[in-house]
């Protein structure tokens, strides 16, 4: 099997690294290949490199993720209008700008697959990486330790480097159940495959984190039953930062 294919379906998230820096070509080409991800055309997002350590630590003390702190290299993914608007004002001053939700959603796919390019380039690599939406968890700190501007938003934190372990593979969602052909897949007559997984997962977590763990369908359940996250707010937050939501007033 191709190589590329094989480091794919060994994926798992690192967090422990080696103290070891990243050579710069290195880090480079990780970008080149992030520049070079598929676009829907307005490459609405921007990438910060992390290089101060205070910042560094700063920043992993606002998302509450210690391990950030050892981080060989972090990028954080920002959607980005700003660029847009800064163009406009440059191009079209007379013109108004308008900057709708639909500008948003694509630049979120935009960041995210060009992040697992780059993630997918790292692990090529044969480093290793972990994603963080913690960032957008704790938008006002970051947005202010980043000094970003309006029509930005911290979307993605990527971080790398040497990795300092080789966790085992953490269970994922059967095929069987993602995948249909043609038509909607319904879970029935899935449950055996659910209820496998279900025990699959238990096993890993107890077994990585200690106790009984917590099943998928468990996770799900709480998932729709518990209060909203943070993230759950996010609209607010992309409305603070400038964005038209475009939400339609169904009372008129
Ligand atoms: C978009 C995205 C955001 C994530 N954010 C975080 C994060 O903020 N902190 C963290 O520790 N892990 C984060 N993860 C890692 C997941 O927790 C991890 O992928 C999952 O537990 C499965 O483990 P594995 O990657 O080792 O298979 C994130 C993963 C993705 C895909």
Redo the contacts with the bound molecule.
């Keep these: 099997m191709n190589t590329f294919i094989q480091k794919q379906l060994k994926?798992?998230?690192?967090?422990k690294y080696q103290d070891k820096a990243i050579e710069k070509e290195k880090a480079q080409l990780y970008l080149e290949v992030m520049r070079r991800t598929a676009c829907r055309g307005s490459h609405a997002y921007s990438v910060i490199r992390i290089a101060d350590q205070q910042l560094k630590h700063r920043i992993a003390e606002a998302?509450k993720?210690d391990?950030v702190k050892a981080l060989p290299e972090l990028m954080i993914f920002v959607i980005d209008l700003y660029r847009s608007k800064q163009i406009a004002n440059l191009k079209a001053p007379e013109v108004e700008h308008h900057f709708y939700f639909d500008q948003w959603l694509v630049s979120i796919g935009d960041t995210?697959l060009a992040?697992?390019n780059m993630m997918n380039a790292i692990e090529a690599d044969g480093l290793g990486g972990?994603?963080?939406?913690?960032?957008a968890?704790n938008v006002p700190v970051i947005r202010d330790l980043l000094s970003l501007p309006e029509l930005t938003f911290p979307i993605?934190?990527l971080g790398f480097g040497y990795p300092a372990e080789d966790?085992e593979?953490?269970p994922?969602l059967p095929l069987d159940i993602k995948v249909s052909t043609n038509t909607y897949g319904s879970l029935e007559g899935k449950y055996q495959a659910l209820c496998e997984y279900d025990t699959e997962i238990r096993a890993y977590q107890a077994k990585v984190r200690g106790g009984e763990g917590i099943s998928f369908t468990e996770a799900t359940v709480n998932r729709v039953t518990s209060k909203p996250s943070p993230y759950a707010y996010l609209l607010n937050d992309f409305k603070d930062a400038g964005v038209d939501l475009c939400i339609r007033d169904f009372e008129s």
């Design positions: 994926y798992r998230s690192i967090r998302i993720q391990y995210y992040a697992q972990l994603f963080l939406s913690t960032v968890d993605l934190g966790p593979l953490s994922r």
